[in-house]
């Protein structure tokens, strides 16, 4: 069984930074993918970055610049560095993994973005 456990979600003002960590646990042998979603009150889901086992990223065109998705091998940790937080950036933000072939989802942390 795998676990994925995410951590770092707040209350940030505009224009503020935060850092998202996902760890996965349990029986891994392999994770290709590791990417973020996001999904704000109202809305549908959405992919915000995700990045491959080799490194390559794509980000969401709204994010592109102010977020960077990261990866540790070694913890299995993928990691989402936001910086300039925006109004209505409220969204709980969702880690999904590829874990020895099959897609994860964690729990979910709350970013809440107010002044």
């Known amino acids: 069984q795998v676990r994925l456990v995410e951590s770092g979600g707040d209350l940030v003002q505009p224009g503020g930074s935060l850092r998202l960590s996902c760890a996965a646990s349990?029986?891994?042998?392999?994770?290709?993918?590791m990417g973020w979603y996001r999904q704000a009150p109202g809305k549908q889901r959405e992919l915000v970055a995700i990045?491959?086992?080799?490194?390559?990223?794509k980000y969401a065109d709204s994010v592109k610049g102010r977020f960077t998705i990261s990866r540790d091998n070694a913890k299995n940790t993928v990691y989402l560095q936001m910086n300039s937080l925006k109004p209505g950036g409220t969204a709980i933000f969702y880690c999904?993994?590829?874990?020895?072939?099959?897609?994860?989802w964690g729990p979910g942390t709350q970013v809440t973005v107010s002044s």
């Open positions: 990045i491959t086992s080799g490194g390559s990223t």
């Open positions: 349990g029986s891994i042998f392999s994770i290709y993918a």
């Open positions: 999904h993994l590829k874990v020895n072939g099959s897609w994860y």
